[in-house]
């Protein structure tokens, strides 16, 4: 069974700044997605960054990238300059892959790691 | 475009009561997941319906079913309520399941959540 997990419960960045959410999992899978996801203090899961397990250069969206190292199993989240928007839970997520292409859909989800960006 | 929607916003029930909650996906997607999220947890997948047959449950007792319509809408419902069943449940959107749900086609969209109080 794939787990997922998030070792820092709670951090907190100046505004700005950048900071750095740390995700390990564990697999036994070849072919599999990560994903980041940001749930505000309103509820509504919104998908920060995604990437897949075969592509080897880290996935960046504006703002957001990802240090993706597959033989570690880690998929830490790089926040730069930091915005007071930023101010939410953020989950890591997995999601296993079909042999030959394609996945199987459902999501396994760390525990999050709720971030607070002070002004 | 809508997003996902769920209604109600907000349930209360009392133990060994009944409760059906309801999802519409964004127009297109064909694949319906559901989650639960208890306070302070990642979410955990409880089921994934795609053109309206079952691909997926999660590890939750049969008081949990669900059903996905014509319309790719999606009901869950929950029997015989307990106090642990409180929580926000999820529902999420896909375009495609299986071999087809490669790159974005995987990703899920998230509804706002029913919280769901037993008391």
């Known amino acids: 069974a794939q787990t997922v997990t998030q070792s820092q419960p709670e951090m907190s960045v100046q505004e700005a700044e950048t900071v750095t959410l740390s995700c390990t999992y564990d697999?036994?899978?070849?072919?599999?997605?990560l994903f980041w996801y940001k749930q505000p203090p309103s509820r509504q899961m919104i998908l920060v960054i995604r990437?897949?397990?075969?592509?080897?250069q880290n996935a960046t969206e504006n703002r957001f990238s990802v240090n993706f190292q597959k033989a570690a199993k880690s998929f830490s989240l790089k926040i730069s300059d930091s915005q007071l928007g930023d101010t939410a839970m953020y989950f890591c997520?997995?999601?296993?892959?079909?042999?030959?292409?394609?996945?199987?859909?459902?999501?396994?989800f760390g525990k999050g790691t709720k971030l607070s960006v002070k002004p | 475009d809508a997003g996902v929607t769920q209604s109600p916003t907000h349930l209360i029930k009392t133990r060994g009561q009944h409760v059906t909650l309801r999802c519409s996906p964004i127009s297109g997607h064909k694949s319906v997941s559901w989650y639960q999220q208890v306070l302070g947890q990642g979410p955990q997948f409880i089921f994934q319906?795609?053109?309206?047959?079952?691909?997926g449950r999660g590890n939750f007792p049969d008081r949990f079913s669900a059903r996905q319509f014509p319309n790719y809408s999606s009901e869950l419902n929950v029997n015989a309520l307990l106090l642990g069943d409180s929580a926000l449940y999820l529902c999420a959107s896909s375009l495609k399941f299986g071999w087809y749900a490669d790159g974005p086609y995987n990703e899920q969209f998230f509804g706002p959540g029913t919280r769901l109080t037993v008391l």
């Open positions: 997520a997995f999601m296993k892959g079909l042999n030959y292409g394609g996945s199987q859909g459902n999501l396994i």
């Open positions: 319906y795609y053109e309206k047959e079952e691909r």
């Open positions: 990437q897949e397990a075969y592509k080897q």
């Open positions: 697999t036994s899978e070849n072919n599999y997605y």
